[in-house]
């Protein structure tokens, strides 16, 4: 795992603003933002998706989130970012059909930023997941229970 520092982290941010500024003036009416490649290689600031990569692991150790959306790779039993990052392991859970005849699963995801979380994994409808972080973490052994 990439360990990104404070100061490498407020770089790529910066950067990120930068590229979004740019990035802006190729907004459809949709809300997609769609470049043009010919104009993708006039882009004045270089912003890779292992830099956008780099962001997502840094916000997911620092401050982590109530709720997230991720991959998961059931094969290595593993959470991960699109680009494949790894996010925790994954416990797998019942297997049941929504309304629509698709396929979803129970899922608890044991982070890398030491939080609990559970979710949905939409089986039948890719490799993507939403989860939430459980309303009660457990705690590293002989730390205080903050609801005692």
Same mark, same amino acid.
């Given at each position: 795992?990439? +360990?990104?520092?404070?100061?490498?982290?407020?770089?790529? +941010?910066?950067?990120?603003?930068?590229?979004?500024? =740019?990035?802006?003036?190729?907004?459809?009416?949709? %809300? =997609?933002?769609?470049?043009?490649?010919?104009?993708?290689?006039?882009?004045?600031?270089?912003?890779? *998706?292992?830099?956008?990569?780099?962001?997502?692991? &840094?916000?997911?150790?620092?401050? @982590?989130?109530?709720?997230?959306?991720?991959?998961? *790779?059931?094969?290595?039993?593993?959470?991960?970012? =699109?680009?494949?990052?790894?996010?925790?392991?994954?416990?797998?859970?019942?297997? =049941?059909?929504? *309304?629509?005849?698709?396929?979803?699963?129970?899922?608890?995801?044991? %982070?890398? *930023?030491?939080?609990? &979380?559970?979710?949905?994994?939409?089986?039948?409808?890719?490799?993507?997941?939403?989860?939430?972080?459980?309303?009660?973490?457990?705690?590293?052994?002989?730390?205080?229970? @903050?609801?005692?």
């Amino acid at each position: 795992m990439i +360990k990104t520092t404070d100061i490498r982290y407020q770089q790529l +941010k910066t950067l990120q603003a930068q590229y979004d500024a =740019w990035a802006e003036q190729f907004r459809q009416k949709s %809300g =997609w933002v769609v470049i043009p490649a010919e104009q993708a290689a006039r882009c004045p600031v270089v912003f890779t *998706n292992e830099d956008r990569t780099e962001i997502e692991l &840094y916000e997911w150790q620092n401050d @982590p989130p109530a709720d997230y959306f991720l991959y998961i *790779n059931v094969k290595t039993r593993q959470a991960t970012t =699109w680009t494949g990052a790894i996010l925790g392991s994954v416990g797998f859970g019942r297997v =049941w059909r929504d *309304n629509f005849g698709g396929t979803r699963q129970s899922i608890t995801v044991y %982070g890398t *930023n030491g939080r609990t &979380y559970h979710g949905t994994y939409y089986k039948s409808s890719g490799d993507y997941a939403r989860i939430k972080a459980a309303k009660y973490q457990k705690l590293p052994p002989g730390t205080p229970d @903050p609801r005692d």
